[in-house]
């Protein structure tokens, strides 16, 4: 059970949809949305790719859309549905600010059985871009949860790190994976191979999601994954205690006392099966200058970059050791931070 399950909005979700007492909300949730998924591709289908899939879904919400290129295309796409009559597009150039990557809005003029009833703009401007293919699903994912799409209060936005934002996170990364299309995809490329690779996932990704970016690809894969795997992404920051003392104002007489960042585990995910076998890297720990990850964020000059190493080289900053294990790091540089997945060897 996940932090979620725990969240008031999550259970008022799962208590409306009549989903209370079925397991965890999240895990419900999710599997109601899926659940009408299959029913439509049953009665519509079948289907071979996730666009045909992304295709059927949005033509049985009435749903089309618009992909935002640049602040030009922004301005012309307002005016477009402005002359169609719908005035709350004028809204559309504050509600795609810095932190928002999509918003969807229903339209006034169009009937309700109109094929473009809903409009989901997607902004694809600068590094927006990347997460365009997540961001469909995540607005999809708000009328999936709904019985009757019309019930949606619009516009609905893909910003906010609330509750219910998240939960249309976890739907959108399991819809927009669809089981009969990932699975099969990411068996055959695991078929051969003793553990999960950037290789694999750049294969299930060129094979069958495009579109989709690296990272939401290999977080599909590793929470498929029946093995233990933990993904950790790398950056410089503060230890948390003196993130606090900053953040309240404290000052240091001099300067060479100030604390200065270091390489830590931003974000740490186990999947299940690490989670099961207690293969634990703590969130926010200092990286050694031994381990792959440290390597190639300040070493290397590729951006690659593999090896193995024992987890009891990991010191927390009491001293404490991380279990004596030995694993696979594999590591690839990003934007200046370092992702890697972690497995053990067995």
């Known amino acids: 059970m996940s932090r979620l399950d725990d969240e008031p909005d999550v259970i008022e979700q799962a208590r409306r949809l009549r989903l209370a007492g079925h ?146 996170d976890e739907i959108a990364a399991h819809a927009g994976f669809y089981e009969p299309i990932f699975g099969p995809a990411f068996d055959r490329e695991m078929a051969s191979r003793p553990r999960l690779t950037f290789q694999v996932v750049e294969a299930v990704r060129g094979q069958c999601f495009p579109d989709a970016s690296f990272q939401a690809t290999l977080f599909a894969c590793h929470r498929r994954l029946m093995t233990p795997v933990v993904y950790v992404e790398a950056e410089e920051r503060l230890k948390a205690e003196h993130e606090r003392q900053i953040k309240g104002g404290v000052q240091w007489l001099f300067e060479e006392a100030r604390p200065e960042a270091q390489l830590r585990a931003a974000q740490v995910v186990p999947n299940a099966a690490a989670q099961r076998a207690k293969l634990f890297i703590a969130p926010n720990m200092r990286i050694p200058s031994s381990s792959v990850i440290h390597r190639l964020f300040f070493d290397s000059l590729g951006s690659e970059d593999t090896g193995r190493e024992n987890l009891n080289t990991w010191e927390h900053s009491g001293g404490k050791r991380l279990a004596d294990q030995e694993v696979w790091v594999e590591a690839k540089k990003v934007k200046g931070r370092v992702v890697a997945i972690v497995q053990p060897v067995t």
Not at 52 to 59: D, F, S, W, Y
Not at 79 to 97: M, N, Q, T
Not at 146 to 159: I, K, L, M, W
């Open 23 to 168: 397991g965890n909300p999240v895990q419900a949730i999710v599997g109601h949305c899926l659940d009408r998924i299959r029913r439509w591709v049953q009665s519509d289908g079948p289907v071979a790719t996730i666009g045909q899939l992304e295709a059927l879904v949005t033509r049985r919400l009435r749903m089309v859309f618009e992909e935002v290129e640049s602040d030009e295309g922004l301005a012309a796409l307002i005016r477009k549905y402005i002359l169609l009559g719908e005035g709350v597009f004028a809204y559309l150039k504050h509600d795609l600010d810095g932190d928002t990557f999509g918003a969807t809005y229903r339209r006034s003029t169009a009937a309700p059985d109109a094929p473009d009833r809903l409009v989901a703009i997607i902004d694809c401007r600068g590094d927006k871009g990347a997460r365009r293919f997540f961001t469909r699903w995540h607005e999809v994912a708000h009328f999936l949860v709904e019985p009757d799409p019309e019930e949606v209060e619009t516009p609905v936005h893909r910003a906010s790190d609330s509750p219910l934002e998240r939960l249309m």
